[in-house]
């Protein structure tokens, strides 16, 4: 964000990246409970596309499959690099339609996304701000899907964290609990809910499963823009 001045929440606007399809109200009711007064415009990698053209993208595999939900609710897991060239047609529409800034809405290590505009990263962010909070750096990480482990694994490693890596997805019944038993380690000082497809209530969800602290991204990334933005209401 490059020496980007605090701005006034009034008439402010933020462009969101989801990597599946839009509309998402629930993000627009995450963020405009964190940015009163900024107008949120989002737009999705998947958006225009026939369900047919996604299963393709979808069928082709990849390194680093992400969890995408499309506008039915359903999910498919896409290729993180076949994703890249559909964000960035996005961002480009998120600066054309008045955007100064646009957020992605993935905690993964995304690579840089062509754009006209500053991206926020929350892969980046949250490691940063978790090795603050983290005397030991020995650290439990929930990601939404098994093709994720091997990856999240050594992004987490690579930012100097021993971490044991669960696997739930925010869309699955019941699969929070299970990977709280499967994280149930006393020397885990804290869990990181590793995709931003959770938001704040499963944070707070997985605390009391394990009486550990929980770090949610959708939160923690939404408070940041609210700095950004100059948000005194919060």
Known sequence: MNGNKK?????????????????RPDLESLFGTYLPGVEICIRGGLDNMSGDAIDAMSQKGGEYPLLTILADGSTREISMNLLVPHLSRCAGELADNGAALALLICAGAFPDIASPIPILYPGRIVPAVVAQLSATRRTGIITPNPGQVASARNHWQNHGFNVEVSVAS???DGALERAARELNQPDLELIVLDCMGFNPQAGRHMQKLTGRPVICPQSLIAR???????IDEL
């Open 7 to 23: 701005m006034s929440g009034n008439n402010q606007k933020l462009g969101i990246l989801v990597l599946g399809q839009t509309p």
């Open 170 to 172: 925010p869309k699955e």
């Open 224 to 230: 940041v823009m609210g700095e950004y933005f100059g």
